[in-house]
């Protein structure tokens, strides 16, 4: 079974610093990565995802994610945080090859607070 | 379009009491989840299902239960709510042409139990 882990739980950043969530994961295969926001008293929504193909991707909102297939990793970064960025940040991984179901693993989460 | 929709959006539930969180999603998804969200614990699968009249456990489904008699509905049942059911629940939904589609979530459901 497939895991998920992400190392800070908790980042507190001013405004216009630069932001990078640790993401890692531990699987044999081949998987599907995601990063997905809960902004304060909303519900999950996608950020970006990687399927195959550019191990850049770009997201809403001025997001992007590294997808390091040698370290399991698919970092988020943003080089210039807002106020409005601050919410929750769950990175999440599903193998290549679900059929069964489509599940998602979600690691633990990041809460991030911007301050203005 | 709605998308995913839940109710209660809160509810105080007393140990020993039952109650079904509702999950309806407009989008014609034929897979549907349960999540529940404890702090700094992430999502954990409870329950899905990939249509109607299939079903199947997630990570955590002990005192739980589910069905899923049409596409667009899929509620979940606490029979004899504990503490440890204190959560925020999660329904989502996708319409999977490969295992990475996007799940979209419902507002959730914040419950507790005393």
């Known amino acids: 079974a497939q895991s998920v882990s992400q190392h800070n739980h908790h980042v507190i950043l001013s405004e216009a610093a630069s932001l990078e969530l640790g993401c890692n994961y531990s699987y044999g295969g081949t998987v599907n990565l995601f990063w997905y926001v809960q902004y304060p008293g909303q519900h999950l929504q996608l950020l970006l995802k990687y399927f195959s193909g550019d191990p850049l991707v770009k997201g809403i909102k001025g997001f992007e994610a590294e997808f390091i297939k040698s370290k399991f990793s698919f970092n988020l970064r943003k080089p210039s945080v807002q106020w409005s960025d601050t919410a929750e940040y769950f990175c999440a991984v599903t193998p290549w090859d679900n059929n069964a179901g489509n599940m998602l693993t979600f690691g633990g989460g990041t809460r991030l607070m911007v301050k203005p | 379009n709605a998308g995913v929709t839940q109710t209660p959006k809160f509810r105080i539930l007393k140990i020993g009491q039952s109650m079904t969180l509702q999950c309806t999603q407009d989008m014609n998804h034929n897979y549907m989840y349960w999540y529940r969200q404890d702090p700094g614990m992430g999502l954990k699968l409870i329950y899905y299902s990939v249509g109607a009249g299939i079903t199947d456990k997630g990570e955590v489904p002990n005192g739980y239960n589910v069905s899923r008699s049409t596409t667009e509905d899929f509620p979940l049942r606490l029979e004899l709510a504990a503490p440890s059911q204190t959560s925020v629940y999660f329904c989502?939904?996708?319409?999977?042409?490969?295992?990475?589609?996007?799940?979209?979530f419902g507002p959730g459901t914040r419950l507790t139990v005393l």
């Open positions: 989502a939904s996708t319409h999977p042409r490969g295992a990475g589609d996007t799940q979209y």
